[in-house]
């Protein structure tokens, strides 16, 4: 539970600012992450979140970024059972990682990026927000979402808490 909290403290540390509610298109680098393969409803989060930090702290990895949660399907789309998501930092490329976590790579892509502000379960708003705008753009969505954490549950008020969405997009 401390390797957990040190790491969200650390994320905090790591946040990128962006531009409060405003959606954005920018290009994103690839990135090599480390991450720990998650099926099932999202009530495990935090559970699988301790599972993950303390595996990635005992391998003696070391965050390049923001700790995210990948999305690779949605509620609307599946089951709840049948939901896939990852928990993951962005790690350098010759990262020695070890099950039980995994390492993946992410292509550059241009994304469609939005800063949610508030409590978690309001966040659904906010992709309703990026979506709207991702059409209104000639685009469509081209992969996982992913959200990147950029402060402290435990050490902030929900209505504080800053969730980074980035959502890979193609032209229509």
């Given at each position: 539970?401390?390797?957990?909290?040190f790491?969200?403290?650390l994320?905090?540390?790591?946040?990128?600012?962006?531009?409060?509610?405003?959606?954005?298109?920018?290009?994103?680098?690839?990135?090599?992450?480390?991450?720990?393969?998650?099926?099932?409803?999202?009530?495990?989060?935090?559970?699988k979140?301790?599972?993950?930090?303390?595996?990635?702290?005992?391998?003696?990895?070391?965050?390049?970024?923001?700790?995210?949660?990948?999305?690779?399907?949605?509620?609307?789309?599946?089951?709840?059972?049948?939901?896939?998501?990852?928990?993951?930092?962005?790690?350098p490329?010759?990262?020695?990682?070890?099950?039980?976590l995994?390492?993946?790579?992410?292509?550059?892509?241009?994304?469609?990026?939005?800063?949610?502000?508030?409590?978690?379960?309001?966040?659904?708003?906010?992709?309703?927000?990026?979506?709207?705008?991702?059409?209104?753009?000639?685009?469509?969505?081209?992969?996982?979402?992913?959200?990147?954490?950029?402060?402290?549950p435990?050490?902030?008020?929900?209505?504080?808490?800053?969730?980074?969405?980035?959502?890979?997009?193609?032209?229509?």
């Amino acid at each position: 539970m401390k390797q957990a909290i040190f790491a969200l403290i650390l994320i905090s540390s790591l946040a990128a600012i962006l531009p409060a509610q405003e959606v954005v298109m920018q290009d994103a680098p690839p990135f090599t992450y480390a991450y720990l393969e998650c099926q099932g409803s999202y009530q495990q989060i935090p559970g699988k979140i301790n599972e993950f930090m303390g595996a990635f702290f005992q391998q003696g990895l070391m965050p390049q970024g923001s700790f995210f949660a990948m999305y690779l399907n949605a509620p609307g789309e599946v089951k709840e059972e049948e939901l896939q998501w990852r928990l993951g930092f962005p790690v350098p490329a010759d990262a020695p990682v070890a099950a039980p976590l995994q390492k993946g790579e992410c292509q550059a892509a241009r994304i469609a990026v939005y800063m949610h502000l508030g409590p978690y379960d309001k966040i659904s708003e906010s992709y309703a927000k990026v979506f709207a705008f991702v059409e209104s753009q000639g685009c469509k969505p081209a992969g996982p979402s992913m959200e990147k954490y950029l402060n402290n549950p435990m050490e902030v008020k929900p209505e504080e808490l800053r969730t980074e969405i980035n959502v890979p997009v193609v032209k229509k």
